[in-house]
């Protein structure tokens, strides 16, 4: 909820103070006690000015450089020099990013108060630069009170600009800057102990290495953008792709109610006798989709073939054709090669009676096989099939007589010992549905991810 114009006014009147209670102070400070090498001084305010070329984003994350150049400037320069380099620095920036005055405000107290909160924080510890670990610490600490600071500060400006509501929302900023602002607080910490011990030198070093490493993450950055741009086309062409299919096994149902529950059984019996059979993984999960789309080429049949009462020899020819339909269909998916093979030849027979290649045996993909075993035990023993449904055991004893002829033997024998197993209904469990059998979006994703090497 927006908050009254006076609170606005009042906050506004805390910033307008606050600024110029840190100009007040400093010139108190000040008094000629600071005076700095002309090399450290002229290489820090460089780098604040040039801070948004040096400073490296990933991921929301941001190594700031001119945050490190305005605590390395607290810690080596002191307060009064710190806050003017942070004045300097918002001006520029809310210049160049055209912001309201009264942002302008809220921007100059914080950059102001903060480095020469931080500076004489510094001062008042009195740290020997000798003593490494101490003087690290401390610059880390003295980074991490002034960070605290500015974010204070930002809060009181948004809630007194936009609310409550919104002021809450910063927490969330909060936790997206932290990994960046630790790593800019280590760094300063570093690059000072570094200076007390080595000079101007390793910050010049340092500024030559942050420019390397930050033109490196550009470019990393932009190939990682281009890689999560292909994986989403990737992912958005294979959604069209199983889209089709899915939704052509969904029209299918609302013509055929039985199609799903049947294709979603068959992979069920599929996968389990690819298993006892020997199957490695790959030709499990390829019976396993062959037997979910098995039947997509019934998609083109007419009504009169779908529910036929009598079936001409035109219709006959449409029937045989659809192993050829649905085998088209899927082999158009990357990689859907073997189950479209798979689909193509389920109603082969051994003896060669069967069509559309009129295969004999071991000519005839094992995944085709394995199909058409599990569509003729569920056709038979389905409660919702147009013919009076066979019991589990007639079933069976239909397949021992069609082993051998139609069906391969061996396969028979171990689909027989599958069912005794798990029992001679387990493909047409109550939970089994087509698009949990399908797995739409695990399929996509596998799909859209590139090949092993």
Request: aromatic share 8%; net charge negative; charged share 15%.
């Given at each position: 909820?927006?908050?009254?114009?006076?609170?606005?006014?009042?906050?506004?009147?805390?910033?307008?103070?606050?600024?110029?209670?840190?100009?007040?102070?400093?010139?108190?400070?000040?008094?000629?006690?600071?005076?700095?090498?002309?090399?450290?001084?002229?290489?820090?305010?460089?780098?604040?000015?040039?801070?948004?070329?040096?400073?490296?984003?990933?991921?929301?994350?941001?190594?700031?450089?001119?945050?490190?150049?305005?605590?390395?400037?607290?810690?080596?320069?002191?307060?009064?020099?710190?806050?003017?380099?942070?004045?300097?620095?918002?001006?520029?920036?809310?210049?160049?990013?055209?912001?309201?005055?009264?942002?302008?405000?809220?921007?100059?107290?914080?950059?102001?108060?903060?480095?020469?909160?931080?500076?004489?924080?510094?001062?008042?510890?009195?740290?020997?630069?000798?003593?490494?670990?101490?003087?690290?610490?401390?610059?880390?600490?003295?980074?991490?009170?002034?960070?605290?600071?500015?974010?204070?500060?930002?809060?009181?400006?948004?809630?007194?600009?936009?609310?409550?509501?919104?002021?809450?929302?910063?927490?969330?900023?909060?936790?997206?800057?932290?990994?960046?602002?630790?790593?800019?607080?280590?760094?300063?910490?570093?690059?000072?102990?570094?200076?007390?011990?080595?000079?101007?030198?390793?910050?010049?070093?340092?500024?030559?290495?942050?420019?390397?490493?930050?033109?490196?993450t550009?470019?990393?950055?932009?190939?990682?953008?281009?890689?999560?741009?292909l994986?989403?086309?990737?992912?958005?062409?294979?959604?069209?792709?199983?889209?089709?299919?899915?939704?052509?096994?969904?029209?299918?149902?609302?013509r055929?109610?039985?199609?799903?529950?049947?294709?979603?059984?068959?992979?069920r019996?599929?996968?389990a006798?690819?298993?006892?059979?020997?199957?490695?993984?790959?030709?499990?999960?390829?019976v396993?989709?062959?037997?979910?789309?098995?039947?997509?080429?019934?998609?083109?049949?007419?009504?009169?073939?779908?529910?036929?009462t009598?079936?001409?020899?035109?219709?006959?020819?449409?029937?045989?054709?659809?192993?050829?339909?649905?085998?088209?269909?899927?082999?158009?998916?990357?990689?859907?090669?073997?189950?479209?093979?798979?689909?193509?030849?389920?109603?082969?027979?051994?003896?060669?009676?069967?069509?559309?290649a009129?295969?004999?045996?071991?000519?005839?993909?094992?995944?085709?096989?394995?199909?058409?075993?599990?569509?003729?035990?569920?056709?038979?023993?389905?409660?919702?099939?147009?013919?009076?449904?066979?019991?589990?055991?007639?079933?069976?004893?239909?397949?021992?007589?069609?082993?051998?002829k139609?069906?391969?033997?061996?396969?028979?024998?171990?689909?027989?010992?599958?069912?005794?197993?798990?029992?001679?209904?387990?493909?047409?469990?109550?939970?089994?549905?087509?698009?949990?059998?399908?797995?739409?979006?695990?399929?996509?994703?596998?799909?859209?991810?590139?090949?092993?090497?």
């Open positions: 909820m927006p908050i009254s114009r006076v609170t606005n006014i009042l906050f506004r009147t805390f910033d307008a103070a606050l600024l110029a209670g840190v100009l007040g102070a400093s010139v108190v400070v000040a008094r000629g006690s600071e005076s700095h090498p002309f090399g450290l001084l002229g290489l820090l305010l460089a780098i604040v000015l040039a801070g948004q070329w040096l400073s490296v984003e990933a991921r929301g994350a941001q190594l700031s450089a001119s945050a490190v150049a305005l605590v390395l400037a607290m810690v080596l320069l002191g307060p009064v020099t710190a806050a003017a380099f942070g004045v300097v620095e918002m001006v520029i920036s809310s210049a160049i990013r055209k912001l309201s005055p009264s942002v302008w405000l809220n921007n100059l107290a914080m950059f102001a108060a903060g480095p020469f909160i931080g500076g004489w924080l510094f001062r008042a510890l009195a740290t020997d630069p000798r003593q490494t670990v101490s003087f690290g610490l401390a610059v880390f600490a003295v980074f991490t009170v002034t960070t605290a600071l500015t974010y204070l500060m930002y809060t009181v400006h948004v809630f007194a600009e936009q609310g409550a509501s919104s002021a809450r929302n910063t927490r969330d900023l909060l936790w997206t800057l932290l990994p960046g602002e630790i790593a800019t607080g280590a760094l300063a910490a570093i690059l000072a102990v570094a200076y007390s011990k080595a000079g101007l030198g390793v910050l010049l070093s340092a500024v030559v290495v942050l420019l390397i490493f930050q033109r490196l550009v470019a990393l950055l932009r190939s990682e953008d281009r890689a999560d741009q994986e989403a086309r990737s992912i958005q062409l294979a959604s069209l792709q199983f889209g089709v299919l899915s939704t052509l096994m969904d029209a299918l149902t609302l055929d109610r039985t199609a799903a529950r049947h294709a979603a059984a068959v992979a019996y599929a996968k006798l690819a298993v006892a059979a020997g199957c490695d993984e790959a030709e499990q999960d390829v396993h989709t062959a037997g979910l789309l098995h039947d997509i080429g019934k998609f083109t049949w007419p009504d009169r073939v779908l529910h036929p009598h079936l001409t020899d035109e219709d006959m020819k449409v029937i045989q054709r659809h192993p050829q339909d649905g085998a088209t269909l899927v082999g158009k998916l990357d990689g859907y090669g073997p189950v479209a093979d798979a689909i193509l030849y389920h109603h082969e027979r051994i003896d060669g009676g069967g069509y559309p009129g295969l004999i045996g071991t000519e005839i993909p094992k995944s085709s096989r394995i199909v058409a075993i599990c569509s003729t035990y569920d056709a038979m023993t389905s409660p919702s099939s147009p013919r009076t449904p066979l019991s589990p055991e007639e079933a069976v004893a239909e397949l021992e007589r069609i082993a051998g139609q069906l391969d033997g061996e396969l028979v024998a171990t689909f027989i010992e599958v069912l005794e197993q798990e029992g001679s209904t387990f493909g047409r469990d109550e939970d089994t549905e087509f698009a949990s059998e399908f797995g739409f979006d695990q399929r996509v994703r596998s799909m859209a991810q590139p090949p092993a090497r």
